[in-house]
Structures are given as structure tokens and as C-alpha cells.
T-cell receptor
């Protein structure tokens, strides 16, 4: 079975441009998360979808970031306009939605975003 | 979520057991201990979790002290592929399937020496 996939693997854009990152979760995983690690910092949680609904978006840094998950399958994270401090690695993770047990998160390989 | 303290780095010889400590002295009764790791250039990977009893799976063992203020992750026979940053995360018990976002600290960089 395929794991979590992310596209693109790398993206280099100029400040002020728009970039859209895509995440395809493991089939059947209703939970979907976005995280990011900016240079020299720890991995930070951005937001959590349950199916197509945003369960928790407390980690979103500002309104330049827009996450969507139409239809409850894949998700996109748009950064518009991108700033230099947005450079880093963006991870997506997914997990099952089963009550009564811990549903471990499976992470994708990440998208490395460089804003020049 | 309770704060955790881990050594920034550790070395271990290949084939030996790697013991990674984690202090979580402010852990509350309904908080679990979770371990994830991140191998270079990959996304984090779940290893194991526990509440108060020791746990073992195919990857590792988790030993939690009786007062639950600290724990140790044990990789019984470390290989070079176990070189990674290991994160100890303490958080409230998972709710009905809707696990929340994880809080990663700095972790321990474990280096397995050949």
C-alpha cells in the first residue's frame, strides 16, 4: 500500500509568488495533518483535518496560508504571497479515525520550499 | 501537553542496545508517552507509546518509571539505519480516533557508530 505522498518534493520560488503544496494521504485515513520545519527550528504543527473539515488550525502562522481538503481526500496548502521566512520543509501526515485506540500518524517525505 | 527533556545527542555502537532517556516530571495522569523518530531527509516515523506499563513492539521497548516522571526508549540491537533524531512526546490520551497535532521538541540525535 502506498504511503503518504507529497508533491512537489522541492519548490523554489521568489518572494511574493504563490506556491501550492499537495498531500495525498494513505487511502482510508480521515485524519490529515500539516506540519513544517523552518531552518534551525523544531517541527511545528500547522493544522488538522478530519475528513474535509478543519478540526484544528491553531498552528497556521498567518492568513497567507490556506489549506483545503475538498472531498476529504487529498489536501493542498497554498502560500500566497510567499515570504522569505516561509522557507522550510512542509510535512503532511495522515492517520485513521478509529475510536478507542491510538492512531499513529504516518508522515510523507515532505516538500522542501525555498523562497528567494 | 507536559514538557519533556531529552539529551541533545547520544552515540551507540552498532549491535548494542541504544537507551534513550526522556524526563517528563510534570506529566499528568491522563497523558501518554509517545516516541517518534526522524531519519535524515524523511518524515517522522511512529515508534511506540505507553501510559504506565512497559511496552514492546517490533521496533523498540518503552520503559516508564513507576512515578511516570521519566521513560527510556530501548532499541535492542541498534543498526546504522537507526541513526536519527528521536522525539519523546507527552500528550493527553487520544480521544475517539481524532488524534491531535503533535508537539515536537528538539529530540535526541542518536548516532550509531559502526
Amino acid at each position: 500500500e502506498a504511503g503518504v505522498t507529497q508533491f512537489p518534493s522541492h519548490s523554489v520560488i521568489e518572494k511574493g509568488q504563490t506556491v501550492t503544496l499537495r498531500c495525498d494521504p494513505i487511502s482510508g485515513h480521515d485524519n490529515l495533518y500539516w506540519y513544517r520545519r523552518v531552518m534551525g527550528k523544531e517541527i511545528k504543527f500547522l493544522l488538522h483535518f478530519v475528513k474535509e473539515s478543519k478540526q484544528d488550525e491553531s498552528g497556521m502562522p498567518n492568513n497567507r496560508f490556506l489549506a483545503e481538503r475538498t472531498g476529504g481526500t487529498y489536501s493542498t496548502l497554498k502560500v500566497q504571497p510567499a515570504e522569505l521566512e516561509d522557507s522550510g520543509v512542509y510535512f503532511c501526515a495522515s492517520s485513521l479515525l478509529l475510536a478507542g485506540r491510538y492512531n499513529e500518524q504516518f508522515f510523507g517525505p515532505g516538500t522542501r520550499l525555498t523562497v528567494l | 501537553d507536559a514538557k519533556t527533556t531529552q539529551p541533545p545527542s547520544m552515540d551507540c555502537a552498532e549491535g548494542r542496545a541504544a537507551n534513550l532517556p526522556c524526563n517528563h516530571s510534570t506529566i499528568s495522569g491522563n497523558e501518554y508517552v509517545y516516541w517518534y523518530r526522524q531519519i535524515h531527509s524523511q518524515g517522522p516515523q511512529y515508534i511506540i507509546h505507553g501510559l504506565k506499563n512497559n511496552e514492546t513492539n517490533e521496533m523498540a521497548s518503552l520503559i516508564i518509571t513507576e512515578d511516570r516522571k521519566s521513560s527510556t526508549l530501548i532499541l535492542p540491537h541498534a543498526t546504522l539505519r537507526d541513526t536519527a533524531v528521536y522525539y519523546c512526546i507527552v500528550r493527553v490520551a487520544h480521544s475517539g480516533g481524532g488524534a491531535d497535532g503533535l508537539t515536537f521538541g528538539k529530540g535526541t540525535h542518536l548516532i550509531i557508530q559502526p
